[in-house]
């Protein structure tokens, strides 16, 4: 399973004195699926002059989560949709169905994704791929008010 | 499935130099199970002195990992628990099956969920949302003695 | 859910201000599979002269990701890749299939594990467990280069 591969790493850029610098962003969502926060968080990064370090996004809840996907193709979204809704039908027998069919299939789909992710910021940029963006996955059905906690630890401007 | 939304995000809070905290939180589980860990956290974020920064989790180990999630009803753990038994359950004809019929199953249980976590602290608090609880997950049968890397980077009071 | 158990935990020990290094991991991967790169992440931490701090590695890709797990027995690898080709399986109806029957299953694969890892560095060294290796994981059937981005953050020698 560890196949042949060639290594190469770039020389080790360091820098000085790192600051801390947070916000809160809030997101009305419009019901299950995947909002792309990707600009939000760019924004962020800029507002704070970040220069080096990281960004970490936190997302508030136990029903909603994030992560990092596919920003070229909307198919891929509702494929990865449709594959959370098989890992977690409604109406599976679960023992916590007291919030709606909706809720406990929310918890699983959270907990299979990320609740917080981390984003280097490299000279000013966030370091994600060109094909790379961040989602805010709603898992339930109505639409909800969700918060995120926006970090960036690091050097700044 | 980028779905409407209105998203608002707050004034970005900065503050100076940041400093380095580390501790090493040892779990004594009671086998299969998901273990609250979240007031050890918020001791170890006061002792700190953490002021604004994120809190590491990480757990040195392949069949225990960590979760957030719902810390209200008790059968949301039960649910999580059996969805992961059947995404991973014993006697499927692992090709690794030296150490136990319960050790295959705990690394894809792991593999699944989270090794690290990172959680911010702003002003001297977790900024977990109200329902949101941090798990020890032990996926193991028996009882194990599990270590977590606490660390906060970030300012201090 | 909550067994019975025992928590201790260490002193906290705190360290001053904190550093950024950052570098670039180019990894030729020899088509799916699991890749240890462990021994980069060391040599980084190394030259970067990290003494206590947090690395993170971030993958710039979507259909390949990260993982820690166990890097004994070669057969827990076996396992796990059994385990994720049959939560995402080839031509499964996926909607996605432009790039090939590979494409929509690797994306759901780098779902399912993690695009960003953090790992604590405690005294100049990684705080993995004996048993714990990092791996990359290359979900696509063909090579690929991968870019891995390496970064510390804390306090340096």
């Known amino acids: 399973m560890t196949a042949p591969r060639t290594m190469t790493r770039a020389p080790v850029r360091a820098a000085s004195v790192t600051h801390v610098a947070s916000s809160l962003l809030t997101v009305q969502t419009g019901g299950a ?30 029903s909603a989560s994030l992560t990092i996907q596919e920003n070229a193709d ?45 984003i280097p910021v490299l000279q000013g940029r966030l370091a994600l791929g060109t094909w790379q963006g961040i989602y805010l996955i709603e898992h339930r059905r109505r639409p909800h008010r969700r918060e995120i906690v926006l970090q960036f630890l690091g050097t700044t401007r």
Chains 1, 2, 3 share one sequence.
Do not use: C, Y
């Open 74 to 118: 909307p198919t891929v979204l509702i494929d990865l949709a449709t594959v959370l809704n098989r890992l977690a039908p409604e109406n599976a027998g679960w023992a916590h169905d007291t919030e709606g069919p909706d809720d406990m299939p929310a918890h699983v789909k959270a907990m299979l994704t990320a609740t917080s992710l981390q």
């Open 33 to 62: 699926g995947f909002l792309d926060i990707t600009g939000e968080a760019a924004k962020f990064i800029a507002e704070a002059k970040a220069q080096d370090g990281a960004l970490t996004l936190f997302v508030r809840h136990t």
